[in-house]
């Protein structure tokens, strides 16, 4: 009895340190592979019905990919691209020369003179605070800076598409496979299976697909109107306005009010207006459009969601902005799952 109880740990033993240190290896790989498992859920319901069609599931998913690669990653990257080397330029030759930057600094010039007013009028002296405009001129160097960094590790970024794109393409051919394998290990029942399926799958959903084509059509609105009313730097503010589109609370609307109070600085008081009406336009798309794609969960408060994100973003990087709605969601959505009965 001994023996065999002996035997029967060091077999556990055994297995658990083959299957950690297979796990290991993955390591470098967490947050494509992360991505790559949501994404799956996201488009597994769409797959399952275009396979009910008789179409072959293999073929269709390189498709998909080719598509997605050819529509998306590409433009994407370009933007992406240019937008470092934009920067990039502008920090080797000054960002001084730039008009955003010189709108960005006639702006907090005029707000440095009325803060300076009022504090002169109640007798506070501010001389002794850091000046504005050195703050401006140092968050350039900063963001040049970044831009120089982000140039570096484009390779790494390359691989992680690859490796993106590499597991997609398994989970979403070998979906029934992996759920039987799951099954057989009886770790959970087969209804609460399923349950956790739909969630993580309508979860996947509204923050990877239904957010980000919400975002592309903020910047892309904000970003053609602010061009054709003098903001040239097309790039940037797509890119700008696509990552502040997917924070809760904020939005897109902020780059929008920016551009708006830039114009005002200037006396454009006509494109200042219409910079604000074009921020409750895009502020306006997440309460019309959204529903309309998908049904986020409102139960989840909005500082909840927005410091998850927050702390997204500091544990997996810029790809935290899709991980952390997902998780949120399923943090809430998991406990009355496997304990129905319960209040969780």
Same mark, same amino acid.
């Given at each position: 009895?001994?023996?065999?109880? %002996?035997?029967?740990?060091? %077999?556990?033993?055994?297995?658990?340190?083959?299957?950690?240190?297979?796990?290991?290896?993955?390591?470098?790989?967490?947050?494509?592979?992360?991505? =790559?498992?949501?994404? =799956?859920? =996201?488009?597994?319901?769409?797959? %399952?019905?275009?396979?009910? %069609?008789?179409?072959?599931?293999?073929?269709?998913?390189? =498709?998909?990919?080719?598509?997605?690669?050819?529509?998306?990653t590409i433009p994407v990257g370009l933007v992406v691209v240019k937008t470092i080397s934009t920067v990039k330029k502008y920090s080797d030759v000054g960002f001084q020369t730039t008009p955003l930057y010189m709108s960005t600094e006639k702006m907090v010039h005029r707000f440095t003179e009325q803060i300076y007013g009022v504090a002169n009028k109640i007798d506070v002296d501010l001389t002794h605070l850091p000046q504005p405009s050195d703050i401006v001129s140092k968050g350039a160097v900063i963001v040049g800076a970044a831009a120089t960094g982000l140039l570096g590790i484009l390779p790494d970024i390359g691989l992680g598409i690859f490796v993106f794109a590499l597991v997609l393409y398994f989970l979403l051919t070998e979906s029934e496979k992996l759920k039987k394998g799951i099954l057989k290990l009886d770790l959970v029942a087969p209804k609460e299976l399923d349950q956790m399926i739909m969630t993580t799958q309508k979860s996947s959903y509204t923050a990877l697909v239904a957010s980000a084509m919400i975002g592309c059509v903020q910047a892309g609105t904000l970003s053609i109107i602010a061009y054709f009313f003098g903001f040239t730097e097309f790039m940037v503010l797509f890119v700008i306005t696509f990552i502040f589109s997917l924070i809760p609370v904020i939005g897109a609307a902020p780059v929008a009010i920016f551009l708006a109070l830039t114009a005002y600085i200037q006396d454009q008081n006509g494109v200042a207006i219409c910079m604000l009406v074009t921020a409750v336009i895009v502020g306006s798309v997440d309460n019309i459009v959204k529903p309309l794609i998908a049904n986020s969960n409102d139960e989840v408060h909005p500082i909840v969601s927005l410091l998850s994100l927050i702390g997204a973003i500091m544990v997996f990087g810029a790809p935290g902005i899709l991980l952390g709605p997902v998780l949120t969601d399923l943090a809430y959505n998991i406990g009355p799952i496997l304990f129905p009965s319960k209040d969780v």
């Amino acid at each position: 009895m001994i023996a065999a109880e %002996k035997y029967r740990i060091v %077999k556990y033993v055994l297995v658990s340190a083959v299957l950690l240190l297979f796990a290991y290896t993955f390591t470098p790989f967490f947050t494509a592979i992360l991505l =790559a498992v949501l994404f =799956a859920f =996201a488009l597994e319901s769409r797959f %399952k019905k275009f396979s009910k %069609k008789n179409i072959n599931r293999p073929w269709l998913t390189i =498709a998909f990919l080719v598509g997605m690669f050819l529509l998306v990653t590409i433009p994407v990257g370009l933007v992406v691209v240019k937008t470092i080397s934009t920067v990039k330029k502008y920090s080797d030759v000054g960002f001084q020369t730039t008009p955003l930057y010189m709108s960005t600094e006639k702006m907090v010039h005029r707000f440095t003179e009325q803060i300076y007013g009022v504090a002169n009028k109640i007798d506070v002296d501010l001389t002794h605070l850091p000046q504005p405009s050195d703050i401006v001129s140092k968050g350039a160097v900063i963001v040049g800076a970044a831009a120089t960094g982000l140039l570096g590790i484009l390779p790494d970024i390359g691989l992680g598409i690859f490796v993106f794109a590499l597991v997609l393409y398994f989970l979403l051919t070998e979906s029934e496979k992996l759920k039987k394998g799951i099954l057989k290990l009886d770790l959970v029942a087969p209804k609460e299976l399923d349950q956790m399926i739909m969630t993580t799958q309508k979860s996947s959903y509204t923050a990877l697909v239904a957010s980000a084509m919400i975002g592309c059509v903020q910047a892309g609105t904000l970003s053609i109107i602010a061009y054709f009313f003098g903001f040239t730097e097309f790039m940037v503010l797509f890119v700008i306005t696509f990552i502040f589109s997917l924070i809760p609370v904020i939005g897109a609307a902020p780059v929008a009010i920016f551009l708006a109070l830039t114009a005002y600085i200037q006396d454009q008081n006509g494109v200042a207006i219409c910079m604000l009406v074009t921020a409750v336009i895009v502020g306006s798309v997440d309460n019309i459009v959204k529903p309309l794609i998908a049904n986020s969960n409102d139960e989840v408060h909005p500082i909840v969601s927005l410091l998850s994100l927050i702390g997204a973003i500091m544990v997996f990087g810029a790809p935290g902005i899709l991980l952390g709605p997902v998780l949120t969601d399923l943090a809430y959505n998991i406990g009355p799952i496997l304990f129905p009965s319960k209040d969780v």
